[in-house]
């Protein structure tokens, strides 16, 4: 199957400065997909990127399916933006969302 | 965006009884939705895909006959812990795709916990 890395696993910052989550996947993908979960454990769609780039509020991602990654943009982070950035892709031989192992972030006032 | 519910959010079970987890398409129609375990501070691993009107596809190692799978209608689809055992807690969590994009959006999830 397809194999998914994020980096940094962990990344602490404190409140209005801005970072770059990073995914690398190891085929081509027809889906790419960049998620929040909550403290409660809930999923929360951020973007839906195969390719392209794309931004909404403070967030902003960025796919280069021909280097094979995609990066996800926080800029002046809040409290509320803290908890696990997962990536997912998804390719046509393969047909599944696989999950990379996540960042935690945590955002301090 | 597609809204998927859960139910319920928490249960809590004596080793040894079924544990029956709902999964709802709200305002579309699903004919593949997927279920997903996750334990703490781990990823997403994907369980099985629920097929409407036929048998579930499983993952290598996951016991077709612990965890049964259900899709009765095309906006429901149920898990079933069979004979629950403590090693059985986890967090589940289902998706489907909505829209044309493929785009796929989870459920609240439910966490499971057999005493």
């Known amino acids: 199957g397809i194999q998914v890395e994020q980096s940094p696993p962990d990344l602490i910052l404190q409140e209005g400065a801005n970072s770059t989550l990073r995914c690398n996947f190891s085929?081509?993908?027809?889906?790419l997909q960049w998620f929040h979960q909550n403290p409660w454990g809930q999923l929360i769609n951020l973007f839906y990127?195969?390719?392209g780039t794309k931004q909404n509020g403070r967030l902003s991602a960025t796919t280069v399916a021909t280097e094979r990654y995609s990066l996800l943009y926080i800029s002046s982070s809040q409290t509320t933006d803290s908890g696990v950035y997962f990536c997912?892709?998804?390719?046509?031989?393969?047909?599944?969302?696989?999950f990379g192992a996540g960042t935690q972030v945590v955002v301090t006032p | 965006g597609a809204v998927v519910s859960q139910h319920p959010s928490r249960v809590i079970c004596k080793s040894g009884t079924s544990v029956k987890i709902e999964c709802r398409s709200l305002?579309?129609?699903?004919?593949?939705m997927f279920w997903y375990r996750q334990f703490p501070k781990q990823s997403l691993m994907l369980m099985a895909t629920?097929?409407?009107?036929?048998?579930?596809?499983?993952e290598q190692g996951v016991e077709k006959d612990k965890f049964l799978i259900n899709h009765a209608s095309l906006t429901l689809s149920t898990l079933t812990v069979t004979s629950a055992h403590p090693e059985d807690s986890s967090f589940y969590i289902c998706?489907?795709?909505?829209?044309?994009?493929?785009?796929?959006?989870f459920g609240e999830g439910s966490r499971l916990t057999v005493l």
């Open positions: 629920s097929n409407e009107g036929s048998k579930a596809t499983y």
């Open positions: 998706s489907a795709p909505g829209g044309n994009t493929g785009e796929l959006f």
């Open positions: 305002d579309f129609q699903a004919t593949t």
């Open positions: 085929d081509s993908v027809n889906n």
């Open positions: 997912a892709v998804q390719n046509l031989g393969w047909g599944k969302l696989q």
């Open positions: 990127i195969p390719s």
